[in-house]
């Protein structure tokens, strides 16, 4: 980040017409901005939705409240425009791009093999970062993938220990019978893995999955950049994780837009060192807090640019 | 509200591409609407806030960081579009109407007189009644007045009794010498009305204010047409807390827009059962947190009416 944006920005909400400090988080986020963007008065003009898609061999353990059919289903619903983060892109003035990724090719069981191979893992990564160009403004990252909060719940676990179960949750709306079932399909994959490299890299092709990878790929792409991005929820923070447990550092041009009711969720955002601008229960990926999440980044942004200082409005500061 | 058209909403929300209350609070906002609108797919075309401002006597004991000259010249930088609130409010896409209460006759300093007149505090209650209209969808709530979280804190106080301190707070700025005066200004205030009936028309008469009393009338008013309120922060809430004390009901039609960092804030949240949609630290007033707040409730209505359903989209519901 440009520390000389960030203080010319901090200058500048001195001498706002408010009192010091009294927009708190919201002036936090126009400074995160204005030093990754490099300016004084950071925009949002040019701010796009990856929504990645993959499908999960690990499904075929009844991990999932929906069957695996569903995620070409809700693709088809994304570029028809009914899907939950279609409307909220709108209201928030993003651009979607969807990007299923060969979705007739589930990754591997990963409770006996690698869910991805390295080849096959890199191309994920590289979708991801080719859906990042120079010149956007933010980046918001969503997912759809049905399994793949199974994968993010061992990706999380393989990053960054702990309890199986601390990590598992209902996702979609699994029973009680059904999540103690997904927390045994999550032990079997790290135990059948517990010998490989834990390398980021091999965690990711071990126990991610493509739409995973893809996420990563766009946050590294983003950081090289120095583009902001917007995490969602449970599942695009795990696709961090990795890489995160490694260089904790490599989350410092992400926000998280919110803490979603998935229960792994919040211990993984204090793992990942990021405070949720929003907890309002959400648990639908898509992107969808994300998004939500993007207009209270609006909200920064646009009194950090349009508002008037002392001298401008005649206003008395302090007594 | 009306039952059938929650109801209503409630079926349509069960059949929308996405896994049943994943949407949560969204879902909620979205009942509160529909119930309060009557209508199955709620809307926010026409949103209003509502900007009160009035003097305080009880300013010259040095009770804000900020001197009093200062809420004329904030009405006047509202006028021109350069407060934070313009700035929300059009992002929101609210109207602004600001209402400036006889700024030239602050109130009596009420450690020693009742603040306003039985007169000027129906006054007050009739222009905030005035400033809401039938066909309305939302009004949302502020304020600006040097001074006025003493009385807030003097209303939250008469109103639901507990240790004068834990409502009083910085306000704007004040430091720890300032918060001890205004702590003993507040406790002087409740010693002198002890033995006056404590109705809330007297409660806000005696400790209120001329823009207190007409955030009370807006939302009295909205609740005879059954237009929901989304309240800003601490002052906002401490207008409704004597009709609160006594009806709890009387906030049925109010969404709690944010808790802001005042920390009888989030204690006042608490006596009104109100949850609030954002903890963002903010403590500005002017409405600021409810323009906020409003960006999420148009989230809710946009998703709850535009998503598709299972059947429009061809989406398999549950395994």
Redesign the interface.
């Known amino acids: 980040p440009d520390a000389c944006a960030i203080a010319a920005a901090r200058a500048r909400q001195a001498q706002?017409?408010?009192?010091?400090?009294?927009?708190?988080?919201?002036e936090e986020i126009a400074l995160f901005f204005a030093g990754w963007q490099g300016v004084e008065r950071p925009m949002l003009e040019r701010g796009r939705a990856l929504i990645f898609a993959g499908n999960h061999g690990v499904a075929v353990h009844?991990v999932?409240?929906?069957?695996p059919?569903?995620t070409a289903?809700?693709v088809?619903?994304f570029a028809?425009?009914?899907?939950?983060i279609?409307?909220?892109a709108?209201?928030a003035d993003l651009e979607i791009r969807v990007l299923p990724i060969e979705l007739d090719r589930p990754t591997a069981d990963f409770t006996r093999a690698p869910a991805t191979t390295e080849a096959e893992c890199l191309a994920a990564l590289s979708i991801g970062a080719e859906a990042v160009e120079p010149g956007l403004h933010a980046i918001i990252l969503g997912e759809m993938g049905i399994g793949n909060s199974t994968a993010a719940a061992a990706l999380a676990a393989r990053s960054f220990g702990g309890a199986v179960s601390d990590w598992v949750g209902p996702g979609?709306?699994l029973d009680r019978d059904g999540v103690e079932r997904k927390t045994q399909v999550v032990a079997d994959a790290l135990a059948f893995h517990a010998d490989a490299p834990h390398s980021p890299f091999d965690t990711l092709c071990r126990v991610g999955g493509r739409e995973i990878a893809a996420m990563a790929g766009a946050v590294l792409r983003a950081r090289q950049l120095g583009i902001p991005v917007i995490l969602d929820g449970f599942i695009s923070c795990a696709a961090v994780a990795p890489l995160a447990a490694a260089t904790p550092a490599i989350v410092d041009h992400c926000l998280a837009g919110h803490c979603s009711?998935e229960p792994g969720h919040g211990l993984l955002l204090e793992k990942l060192g990021l405070e949720p601008?929003?907890?309002?229960?959400?648990?639908?990926g898509e992107g969808?807090g994300a998004?939500?999440a993007t207009?209270?980044v609006?909200?920064a942004l646009?009194?950090h640019?349009?508002?008037?200082t002392f001298a401008?409005?005649?206003?008395?500061?302090?007594?």
Chains 1, 2 share one sequence.
Do not use: Y
């Open positions: 706002l017409t408010k009192p010091p400090g009294s927009l708190a988080r919201l009844g999932s409240a929906f069957p059919e569903v289903q809700m088809a619903n028809a425009g009914g899907a939950a279609n409307a909220l709108t209201l979609t709306g009711a601008l929003l907890r309002l229960g959400m648990r639908l969808s998004a939500v207009l209270i609006r909200a646009a009194t640019a349009q508002m008037a401008e409005a005649g206003v008395s500061s302090r007594a």
